[in-house]
């Protein structure tokens, strides 16, 4: 069986304080200009080792750094030749664009941890000129970055300086020496994930299309809770209370934080039950740079548990040897998965409920697009949908949060009313659930 190490890579805000935002703006316009000779002397047919010696000896990076960035370069001509025969394009031999300047830690950038709410960078956008400060993130990344710079068993590697949504960011990657995670090409079961403001749908398929369960877990409280911090602060605003609005924006981050981590050990709970399993989600990516706390939650209110979550339940499967993987999330919410049906259409859902308009099929809207995910992703291993046969019992979940920092709230569980409470052992309470909760799975099909 095929694994690989595991690798996560940490998206950082750069707050510079030594240096300019320019010089790493003209570090990734030589990455560009190494990037585009590296394609100009393929295609003139040089040979990859003296291509790769005279474009790093003309180039003004740090040497590791150059050579890295014609890596690159070079892996992309490569991927394309491994599938030209499936129709991809060949890179484009100049472009405009900004190119990632790709550095190897203690080479081209290193990191300095200060204290416990301190990370240090330094980068060099060019021989001689570093560019310093502190990394910006979420308290997950900057847990991950901590533990990766504290601990033997793991190894910060490559960075990359990239361009994004109006902000230069460091993208690290932290590798555990040891740990290994299974090839997901080898995986029997298929779980598809579909992340909602209030709930999270999962559904497990095995390699002949068929459903072999699913669950829906609802946090309407995390909603809640988010929708009620915003109001709090926007009044705060309002009054020019601007020193307690830090308080809340902590309060905020921290409770957040909580329950993300204890839904993600949830699902991957629910997820650990299968054989060889391989999680996938609908692809986000742009979405995790844009997971930063503080002043810019107000715009993003409503997409950070997706990124968030999604990040987490990732890294936590990755230690259990469980992959995870990506589709295009194209259209996963609105398609019939009925295989001779596939029917699109944004009015085939209303809410919570999917209804197909063509061919009538009916199913609980997340569930069904947690099943549409899956059906991606064996389209793209396998390059055909098998059909789908008759979907089980949808199981709807209820995740309370048990207070901050783990305290046990006043109102605590409610398990009469199909509540389920994340202190209990997983099977006592799974068998529970179940049992009760089956009036509201029933009322959720008819
Ligand atoms: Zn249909």
């Known amino acids: 069986m095929q694994s690989s190490k595991l690798t996560q890579t940490l998206s950082f805000g750069l707050n510079i304080d030594t240096g300019s935002a320019d ?41 590791n750094t150059s050579q890295l960035i014609v890596d690159k370069a070079l892996g992309e001509i490569k991927t394309y030749h491994d599938n030209k025969d499936d129709g991809w394009g060949r890179p484009y031999p100049y472009i405009n ?12 950038y290193r990191l300095f941890l200060e204290d416990d709410d301190t990370v240090r960078f330094r980068i060099s956008a060019a021989p001689r000129n570093h560019v310093k400060g502190e990394l910006r993130g979420s308290p997950d990344h900057f847990d991950r970055v901590r533990t990766a710079l504290e601990n033997d068993d793991w ?50 398929m095995n390699r002949d ?89 107000n715009r993003r209110l409503h997409s950070l548990p997706f990124a968030a979550l999604r990040d987490m339940v990732s890294y936590k499967a990755a230690w259990n040897s469980i992959p995870s993987d990506d589709v295009d999330p194209e259209y996963t919410s609105q398609r019939c998965p009925c295989t001779e049906c596939q ?64 305290a046990t709230d006043s109102h605590g569980p409610v398990l009469g009313s199909g509540v389920y409470r994340h202190g209990m052992s997983a099977q006592d309470s799974q068998s529970r659930v179940r049992e009760e909760l089956k009036s509201v799975a029933s009322a959720v099909l008819d």
């Open 97 to 108: 664009g900004m190119y990632p300047m790709v550095m190897n830690h203690k080479e081209g």
């Open 23 to 63: 010089d790493l703006q003209t570090g990734c316009i030589e990455s560009r200009r190494i990037r585009n000779e590296t394609n100009r002397l393929d295609r003139q047919g040089w040979d990859w080792k003296e291509l790769k010696s005279i474009v790093v000896d003309n180039a003004n990076h740090v040497k």
């Open 155 to 204: 190894r910060v590697g490559t960075a990359e300086v990239v361009y994004k949504h109006d902000e230069w960011r460091l993208h690290v990657t932290v590798t555990h020496k040891n740990h290994r995670v299974t090839s997901k090409n080898d995986a029997d079961t298929i779980i598809g994930v579909d992340v909602n403001e209030d709930c999270i749908a999962l559904a497990a």
């Open 343 to 406: 029917h699109t259409s944004r009015s085939n859902r209303s809410k919570k409920r999917f209804k197909c308009r063509q061919c009538g099929f009916q199913d609980h809207a997340d569930r069904k697009a947690a099943v549409c995910v899956v059906q991606k992703w064996l389209k793209k291993q396998d390059g055909n949908v098998p059909s789908l046969e008759t979907l089980p019992r949808v199981w709807k979940v209820r995740w309370a949060a048990s207070g901050r920092g783990g």
């Open 209 to 297: 299309g068929s459903v072999m369960d699913s669950v829906v877990i609802e946090y309407p409280e995390i909603k809640e809770q988010r929708h009620e911090f915003f109001t709090k602060r926007k009044r705060m605003q309002k009054a020019g209370q601007t020193a307690f609005e830090s308080v809340v924006q902590t309060e905020e981050r921290d409770y957040i934080h909580d329950c993300l981590h204890k839904v993600s050990r949830r699902v991957v709970e629910w997820v650990s039950q299968f054989n060889d399993p391989v999680i996938v989600f609908e692809d986000l990516k742009d979405m995790r740079d844009s997971i930063d706390y503080g002043t810019r939650m």
